[in-house]
Structures are given as C-alpha cells and as structure tokens.
C-alpha cells in the first residue's frame, strides 16, 4: 500500500456523513494505526521498544483520548499547541472546540509514513540519515545515565545499610545501659563504658550518615533530572530525524517518476511535499544542534558536582574510620552540610 493510498484510507474511516464522525468509527480509526505501530516488520521480528515509543507517540494526541459526549473529537486544553504531523502550527487551540478532522488525518498519515520508515530501514530497504558524531555522543550519554544510574544505587543500598548498623548501635547502647543498673559493679562499669562507646559510634556514624545522604541526593539530582532532561531532547532528536527521512522519501520518489509535474495539481502537490521537507530538514538540524550542546553541558555539569560530592564522601569516609570526629565535622562543614 502506498503512502497516499493509506491516507485515504485514514480519511474514509474517520469522516463520517457530513464530515462527522462517530465515536465508535473514530476509535477504530485510531486502534487501526496503533496496531501498525506494533506490527510486525515483515521477517517476523517485532519492532524495538524504541521504535515503536517513538511510533506511538507520533503527531497528535491519539483522538480516542479527545473524544466528546457528542461524538466530536475535542481539541485540548487552553494552551496547547496544536500539532500536525508532529509540527506545531503555531496558533494556539481553545479548550471546547471541534478539532479539525483535516489535522486527525494528517496525524494518521504522518504517523503511517514514520512506521514505514522504520520498517523499511530494518528491511534494509530504506536509507536513515546518519550522523556518527551525534549518535556516538549519544551512545555515549545513555552509557554513562546506565552507569551513574548503578552508581545511584550502590550508594543507596550502603545509606540503608548504614542506617541499620547505626539503627542497631542505639539498641545496643541501650542495652549495655540497663545491664549496668542491674549487675554488680564488677561488671556495671564495663557495661557502661560499652553504652558509651556505642553511644560514640552512632553519633559519629549519624553524621556519616548526612554525608552520605547528601552524596545520594546529589546523585539523584544527576540521573533523574539532568540525564533524563538530555534524554528527552534525544528522543525529539530520533523522532525528528524518522520524519525528515520519510518526508526526504517522499521527494526523491516523487523526483523520479516520469512524467510527474505537469497539471497544477501535481505541482501544487510536490511543491507541497518540499515545504514539508524543508520543515522537517529545519527541525531535524535545530535538534541535532540542541542535542550537541545538551551533552556538552551535561559533561561539564557532571565534572562540577562529581567533584564536589566525591570530595565530600572521600573526606566523610575518611574521617569516621580513622575515629577523627574533627575532621568528620570539618568535612560536613566544608559543603555547608549541618
């Protein structure tokens, strides 16, 4: 089926008599391109969980979810930017109104055209524009987000686990206390000075604990925010370039077949296909630019707070199993840790 053929077909699903649709045949519309979104790529290997998010959240909102009690599809909230073909058209959509059936159809095309892309390049049977620099610094970002992502959590599990050990110095402290009140003195004295000692150690293991804490925090601050926010203008970055890929093969198919370009329709038609192109191309290089120097900030970011935090735990650390609590103080006060 060809491109233009799916999007008819798109058409006569979702418009109804009089261009209104009902729920029901609107929903299957949309169920019908949800399912080409995980269908399978034709060698009987299903589509990486990458690719099919970046299908599955192609365009618009899916119109299921924008479904009024009147059957119309609802445009969204005040505020939104209405999106066709996974380009903003720039003018803001009241809450309450119709959205135009024209922009339900362009989403399904749009979103059918990036499926096929994907597919086709698995099959071999479709170029991707590649950029190895980028892909490289973005191979190398998602490895890094892995390894500080395992770091986060071997230095959770040691805070938990240290907590417990301070948790269970407490009791013993107490423990030893209430043994000194009740045995002879030949053993109340040893009791006490073993309450005290314990005592000692949770104190100085609570102030580790702070460190600790703060190292955690900050590691947190890294994965779940800092990494996730370059990640996420990753994923606009990949999404882009299925678009600008499957708009670029539109026109190169359009430019070799013979004959094409003579009435005014089919001018209009490929003058139309390069406007897109050339959307796409814009958004696909801003991104691709946004992307750079996202990971540029985000490795100098990391090397500020890295250094900081490790300086605090090596100090920290240190301190507490050496038995120096003066230096402990001082390490927590050098970070502004109270």
């Known amino acids: 089926m ?3 053929q799916e999007g008819s077909s798109v058409e ?26 995980v269908s399978l790529d034709g060698s009987g290997n299903k589509l990486s969980p990458e690719n099919r998010r970046q299908i599955q959240t192609m365009g618009l909102p899916p119109a299921s979810r924008q479904l009024g009690t009147s ?43 990036c499926t096929l892309q994907l597919v086709s390049e698995r099959l071999g049977r479709a170029t991707r524009t590649a950029d190895l620099e980028t892909e490289a610094a973005v191979a190398a970002l998602r490895e ?7 770091l986060l959590n071997l230095a ?14 407490r009791v013993l402290a107490d423990a030893f206390l209430d043994l000194a009140r009740q045995e002879p003195p030949a053993l ?20 580790l ?41 539109d026109l190169d198919a359009l430019s070799v077949r013979p004959g094409y370009g003579r009435t005014g329709a089919e001018v209009a038609k490929a003058e139309e296909l390069k406007r897109q192109y050339e959307i796409r191309q814009q958004k696909f290089e801003q991104l691709r630019h946004d992307v750079r120097i996202k990971v540029q900030f985000l490795d100098e970011n990391k090397i500020r707070v890295m250094q900081k ?15 120096n609590q003066e230096a402990l103080e001082a390490a927590l006060r050098q970070i502004n840790i109270k």
């Not at 008599?17 to 399912?35: C, F, G, K, M």
Request: with cysteine; glycine share 8%; aromatic share 8%.
């Open 71 to 113: 059957g119309k599809i609802m445009a969204p909230t005040e505020g939104h930017q209405q999106t066709v073909g996974g380009v903003g058209s720039g003018a803001a959509v009241g809450g309450g109104g119709p959205w135009p059936l024209q922009s339900v159809r362009q989403w399904g095309y749009n979103a059918y055209k």
């Open 309 to 323: 935090q490790l300086r605090l735990f090596q100090s920290a650390v240190s301190a507490y199993f050496s038995g």
């Open 188 to 207: 109340a004295t040893d009791f006490q000075q073993s309450a005290d000692s314990q005592r000692a150690l949770q104190r100085s293991g609570e102030q």
């Open 209 to 249: 604990l702070v460190a600790l804490q703060a190292f955690c925090t900050a590691l947190s601050t890294l994965v779940n925010r800092t990494f996730e926010d370059a990640l996420r203008t990753v994923s606009a970055y990949e999404f882009a370039r299925v678009e600008y890929d499957a708009h670029r093969g």
């Open 2 to 4: 060809t491109s233009e």
């Open 156 to 169: 959770s599990a040691l805070t938990k686990h240290f907590q417990a050990m301070c948790d269970t110095q």
């Open 12 to 37: 006569l699903r979702v418009n109804g008599e009089n261009h209104q649709p009902s729920v029901p045949a609107a929903e299957e519309a949309v169920r019908s391109l949800e399912s080409k979104a």
């Open 144 to 150: 890094s987000r892995r390894r500080y992502e395992a």
